[in-house]
C-alpha cells in the first residue's frame, strides 16, 4: 500500500511562489504490469475538491486544469519516491487545502478525484493579498 505525505504548504503573498512535495513510502511506482498516476487536487471552505494536475509516473506526461496552466507545475523524482508541484504567481483564489493523490491502473489522465485510490493529509497554502 501506497502511503502519501505533503510538505511545502506555508502563507504567502500574491504574485509569489511555492513548491510541495509529495513523498510517497513505496519504492517502485512503475513495473511491467501497472503504472501509478499521480494527482494533485485542492479543496478551498465551502468548496468541493478540485482537479488541478496529474503526472504519469512512468513517462512523466503532466496534464493540467485549465486555471492553472502556464502557472503550476508538477514533476517527479524517481530516485526520491516524490511527486513535485511549483506554483507561481500565486493569487489569493489559489488559497486552499492541496491533496496529492495516487491511482494504480490504466489511463491517462485522471480528473476525477474518485477514481484515486489514496490520499495525503493535504497541506494548507494560504496566498495572501
Known amino acids: 500500500q501506497v502511503q502519501l505525505v505533503e510538505t511545502g504548504g506555508g502563507v504567502v503573498q500574491a504574485g509569489g511562489s511555492l513548491r510541495l512535495s509529495c513523498a510517497a513510502s513505496r519504492r517502485t511506482f512503475s513495473s511491467y504490469y501497472n503504472s501509478y498516476v499521480m494527482g494533485w487536487f485542492r479543496q478551498a471552505p465551502g468548496k468541493e475538491r478540485e482537479f488541478i494536475g496529474c503526472?504519469?509516473?512512468?513517462?512523466?506526461?503532466?496534464n493540467y486544469a485549465d486555471s492553472v496552466k502556464g502557472r503550476f507545475t508538477i514533476s517527479r523524482d524517481n530516485a526520491k519516491n516524490t511527486v513535485y508541484l511549483q506554483m507561481i504567481n500565486l493569487e489569493p483564489e489559489d488559497t486552499a487545502v492541496y491533496y496529492c493523490a495516487a491511482e494504480i491502473g490504466s489511463g491517462f489522465p485522471i480528473t476525477d478525484a474518485r477514481r484515486y485510490d489514496v490520499w495525503g493529509q493535504g497541506t494548507q497554502v494560504t496566498v495572501s493579498s
Open positions: 503526472i504519469n509516473w512512468r513517462d512523466a506526461r503532466t
